[in-house]
């Protein structure tokens, strides 16, 4: 059990596993050359990778991967290194996983699995010319972890290049995001090289408060992937823009600015899983999408406490409801998932629903004010008989109370005389 990189004489061959031709089927995805850069500049991550594809039947024998060899072919230079990554992902008895092989270990189900980057060099290479160098990629074993027997061999070719000429760049139509705000990120790539570019994928790796790589409560929510970037190929010369991925403010994130680690995957040859990350990827988190200051008429109480809801309503439909309370002063933070034309209607204590018209999108709506007309006690959405005869009934009552309408903590005359004066009065 183990991972050889060795010239052509070192390696003792034998037929292939007739267990491994009858049953199992391996293949190398996409193309059979991959690129290697002498200089990353510009680059998140240079990595020149070979994949390998395992298919397996649990019904048919297990399977053990013993071994796994480099073989250079003629021409090759020593100074070319590869790494061995039996991390894989892909169908296990129809459930998708991901992990870690281990050599010698019995494959005995239904597998479809990827080993992504089983012969792999990151970074740079180093004293090595420009050009194409060709190896073999081998796997060995059996019925058994102590079978040698050759399962695959892979003709391959790295192709050197002194380095790429592409870059990549991110927008946000709401670079500002409030509290519960959602963005969607748009990349461009530019092709400024002599050779089409091929982008295979695209990545997220974080988009954190201060760093990409912050904790996970000061990080902006990952919601989809958008557009696409699979095979897309972009000519010298030109670019490329499309969406790329979606991304939310939670309630109760730090404030700040938060810095994105996001990017396309490609090169030259499909396969290629060179990185290229999208700059500048900045979002300021400034706090609540929707603030400002609710008056409720002649209520010459505290509101602070006081609870507050806020409808949100678009083309006439009741899309959400955000229920809060009052700060001191009557001010108000609410932040909304809701995005585009939305009219808020608001309401506290014994006030009527009073309505706001905006459009909410990652600015938030600042300085907001909202004049309440009190005397809806009952919540009828009109003050009328009802609301007096609310009061009537409490009449005398101290303390908080719904029927005490100017807040006095006594229901008493006055607020009789508040919901008469507003008698007839109704929602927005």
Do not use: C
Request: glycine fraction near 12%.
């Amino acid at each position: 059990m183990k991972l050889i990189y060795t010239a052509v004489a070192a390696v003792a061959l034998v037929g292939i596993s007739s267990i491994a031709q009858a049953i199992d089927e391996f293949a190398v995805p996409g193309s059979d050359t991959r690129s290697g850069v002498l200089d990353d500049t510009g680059m998140r991550l240079a990595a020149t990778t070979f994949a390998v594809t395992v298919r397996h039947d649990a019904a048919d024998p297990d399977l053990y991967i013993n071994e796994i060899a480099v073989v250079p072919q003629p021409g090759w230079d020593p100074d070319i290194d590869f790494q061995f990554i039996l991390g894989q992902y892909g169908w296990t008895n129809g459930q998708f996983q991901q992990g870690d092989y281990v050599l010698g270990t019995p494959i005995n189900q239904n597998i479809d699995w990827t080993f992504y980057r089983l012969a792999s060099h990151f970074g740079t290479f180093s004293n090595v010319a420009p050009g194409t160098y060709n190896f073999r990629l081998k796997l060995f074993g059996g019925d058994s972890a102590g079978a040698s027997d050759q399962l695959a061999s892979f003709l391959l070719h790295v192709r050197i290049i002194d380095r790429y000429d592409i870059s990549v760049a991110a927008s946000f139509p709401q670079p500002t995001l409030g509290l519960g705000g959602t963005t969607e990120a748009t990349v461009s790539v530019d092709n400024g090289g002599t050779e089409d570019f091929l982008t295979s994928t695209w990545y997220v790796a974080g988009f954190g408060k201060d760093n990409p790589y912050a904790p996970q409560n000061e990080q902006l929510t990952f919601t989809d992937f958008l557009g696409n970037w699979f095979g897309q190929v972009i000519t010298p010369g030109n670019s490329r823009s499309d969406l790329h991925s979606r991304w939310s403010a939670g309630p109760s994130l730090p404030l700040g600015t938060y810095l994105g680690d996001i990017g396309i995957i490609g090169g030259i040859y499909e396969g290629d899983s060179h990185n290229w990350q999208a700059n500048p990827a900045t979002i300021e988190v400034v706090g609540a999408r929707v603030s400002g200051t609710l008056h409720l008429s002649d209520f010459s109480g505290d509101l602070t406490g006081a609870p507050l809801m806020v409808e949100v309503w678009q083309s006439g439909t009741l899309v959400e409801t955000v229920n809060t309370v009052l700060q001191a002063g009557g001010n108000f933070k609410v932040s909304p998932a809701a995005n585009g034309l939305s009219t808020l209607k608001f309401r506290t204590r014994s006030g009527l629903k009073r309505a706001f018209t905006t459009t909410l999108s990652g600015t938030p709506v600042t300085g907001v004010v909202i004049n309440v007309d009190n005397g809806d006690v009952d919540h009828s959405g009109e003050v009328d008989a009802a609301d007096i005869d609310a009061v009537i009934a409490a009449f005398g009552a101290v303390g908080d109370n719904p029927a005490d309408v100017d807040g006095s903590l006594e229901i008493d005359a006055a607020d009789i005389d508040i919901v008469i004066a507003h008698f007839g009065s109704v929602d927005d």
